[in-house]
């Protein structure tokens, strides 16, 4: 077994080393998204079998991508309850390494936002680099069962709904926007659509995530039609002002827009924070 590692957000304190009972220990288990209610089951039963392997410690899952709770959502709830260390597990195959820079970035940027007390952080590494995977492939490989699929068989093609939404948001997921934080931008948008109904309500919005959108050095960016609203520099509480006040509300957001002048635009409040 390769000895267990973690990438370190800051020291973590002398505390790790005690039981997880002593030194307040929380772990989180993320994956990137889930849509139904089954794979919430499926991470809340990761969650007990872990909390039984380690009796004391606090152990919780999240969502980056879209699924309640989002990761920022989970840490939230873990800094009221007075923790010494947080170990996050990223539960994700493969892992990309823009998705570890993207977690750093956004674990320091929270932060740096919330002036609360906030525990140790440390990232478990990934589910690729375990000595324990190739075991886990043979095992389930023995699990394969073989497809029945008659030959002949004629495939019969569903029907599909036209939707009848008006609105529709764009999240560039390109280069620029993926380095800008546009992963956060993209789940507080997802999670906030189904908290808040979008799709049913005022004319209805769709979302969707986009390759570049154009105006790359006002990362993120998203895009509101009807009207081809530009968005820069967008932030969580930039999202939550477009869909009450746009969205919702029919008025551009003039404090994030950016319309067409035909001249380069830089952006107004340059952010650091991703
Ligand atoms: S990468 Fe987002 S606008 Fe170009």
Known sequence: LLPPRFLEIEAVSKDNNLPDSVSRRAILLIAKSAFAASPHLEMQRLADRLSALRPGAIVRFAFTEQGT????E??????DEDVDNVVIMPLVLPMEPSFHIWLTKSLKRWKSTDERSWPALSIARDIASSALMVPLLGELLETSAELDVPPGQKLFTEGSLVPAQKRRVLVCEGGACNSAGADTIWTHLRNQQERRKLRVTGDGTMTAKSTCLGPCNLAPVLQVFPEGTYYGGVTEEAVDRIITEHL?????VEDFAYHPTGRKQRLRTPSKQY
């Open 69 to 72: 709770p989002s990761l920022r």
């Open 74 to 79: 989970a840490l939230s709830d873990l800094l």
């Open 248 to 252: 919702l509300g029919d008025e551009v």
